[in-house]
């Protein structure tokens, strides 16, 4: 069964920076990309952020250009966010998730195939 385990939630203060982790194990299929996703109490999830696995291209959701940077470790089998200028509206439970397809689409929840459990980020301001 494929894992995908978040780390680096917390609370920080607005201004302040954040950086998120999520590994993956027991592989099924090849990765096409992974992405970030996050749902703030009472909205639906929405978008963050993907790259490409082999290539590295990356798309983000215009709330987080200039301040969010996603990366990853292929050989560590992990995915990496770094949260800058974080304001109380970045608030929310953060998402990892796999894609294994190379159909098109890259923003929506069912683009991708496995999902972690998240972890919890608070914006004090």
């Known amino acids: 069964q494929v894992q995908l385990v978040e780390s680096g939630g917390g609370l920080v203060q607005a201004g302040g920076s954040l950086s998120l982790s999520c590994v993956f194990s027991r592989r099924t299929g090849i990765t096409y990309r992974m992405g970030w996703f996050r749902q703030a109490p009472g909205t639906e999830r929405e978008f963050v952020a993907t790259i490409t696995w082999s290539s590295g291209n990356t798309v983000y959701a215009d709330s987080v250009k200039g301040r969010f940077i996603i990366s990853r470790d292929n050989a560590k089998r992990t995915l990496y966010l770094q949260m800058n200028s974080l304001k109380p509206d970045d608030r929310g439970v953060y998402y990892c998730?796999?894609?294994?397809?190379?159909?098109?689409?890259?923003?929506?929840?069912?683009?991708?195939?496995?999902w972690g459990q998240g972890t919890k980020i608070t914006v004090s301001s």
């Open positions: 998730a796999r894609k294994t397809r190379t159909a098109s689409g890259c923003s929506k929840e069912e683009d991708y195939d496995y």
